[in-house]
């Protein structure tokens, strides 16, 4: 299981993480107005770390990382699997799963802006031009006419997502700097670990001992993002990024915002008004551009080792 897969395999498992993080916000959006975000990104990062055992541990995956490695470990862990995932339920209790996703994919805009403003990378003019694009439409998706501005708790929904992607861009910008020892695929299951157990004390500190009222629906639903959304994506993306282009991963993912609209039409019966359509497009071009201009120097960056 640690060797790459075929092309035909390794696109067929690409779609399905497209496919399971894209519902998956529509299923945080639905898990929130049960569970408190705290506690919901605690419970899923439980069934996570469960899921996740089982899979790296038959394919031979579970190692102790390294000194070197620790940092990595929490960076990702903390960026990403505990502000990013928090901020974002906090978030969906107040906002659309449809405007969260899009609020949430402009992730790599923010890289693109931040990176070389600390010296990580340069900001060449089709960089620029893609994270304008983005920012366009980041200001498209906030207009008055699309966002409730006399709602604060819109407000609040909106702004924590957006902090939830740069806290993402942080994360994305350290981890290309990281030299890797152990794999990501073999540090993954440290990052839930540590994720996990942050998770749970301030769930704990925060809101108290959990008060849910299970129901089927609720288990289905933890389920499916504990599981689908999360432990199988995660080891997914890890096996494709084995045996797909970088660059075309990183394309493919922005039809995860696209996933995520549909789905929440479908799922929650949230509209697509004409503002969503057109900030859609607009950060998805923007990224696809930024990460179309952004592969010659990482190309060089990793020709020089």
């Not at 299981?1 to 894209?22: C, E, K, T």
């Not at 974002?88 to 449809?98: I, N, Q, T, Y």
């Not at 689908?228 to 997914?236: D, N």
């Amino acid at each position: 299981m640690n060797a790459p897969l075929s092309h035909r395999a390794a696109v067929g498992l690409f779609l399905i993480v497209v496919l399971a993080w894209g519902v998956n916000w529509s299923v945080t959006k639905q898990l929130v107005q049960s569970v408190p975000p705290l506690w919901t990104a605690a419970i899923r990062s439980w069934i996570a770390l469960l899921g996740l055992l089982v899979i790296l541990g038959l394919s031979n995956n579970l190692v102790i990382p390294e000194r070197r490695d620790i940092p990595v470990v929490l960076s990702v862990a903390l960026l990403h699997m505990t502000f990013f995932s928090t901020l974002v339920a906090a978030g969906l209790r107040f906002l659309p799963a449809s405007k969260g996703i899009v609020l949430g994919y402009t992730t790599p805009l923010w890289v693109a802006l931040a990176a070389p403003m600390i010296g990580k990378e340069s900001l060449t003019a089709p960089k620029l031009a893609g994270a304008l694009l983005g920012l366009i439409g980041l200001a498209v998706i906030l207009n008055p006419a699309s966002i409730d501005w006399t709602s604060t708790s819109v407000l609040f929904g909106a702004g924590m997502v957006i902090l939830a992607a740069i806290c993402w861009a942080a994360n994305i910008i350290y981890i290309r700097s990281h030299h890797w020892i152990a794999s990501p695929l073999q540090l993954l299951i440290w990052q839930v670990l540590v994720a996990t157990i942050v998770l749970s004390t301030a769930a704990a500190i925060v809101d108290g001992p959990p008060h849910v009222e299970w129901s089927p629906r609720l288990v289905l639903l933890f389920l499916y993002s504990g599981l689908i959304g999360t432990a199988l994506a995660y080891w997914a993306m890890s096996m494709v990024n084995k045996s797909i282009s970088a660059l075309t991963t990183s394309l493919g993912t922005t039809a995860t915002p696209i996933v995520g609209i549909a789905s929440a039409a479908i799922l929650l019966g949230e509209p697509i008004d004409i503002s969503l359509a057109v900030a859609a497009a607009l950060i998805v071009a923007g990224i696809g551009l930024a990460t179309l201009a952004d592969w010659p120097l990482r190309g060089q960056a990793t020709a020089k080792g």
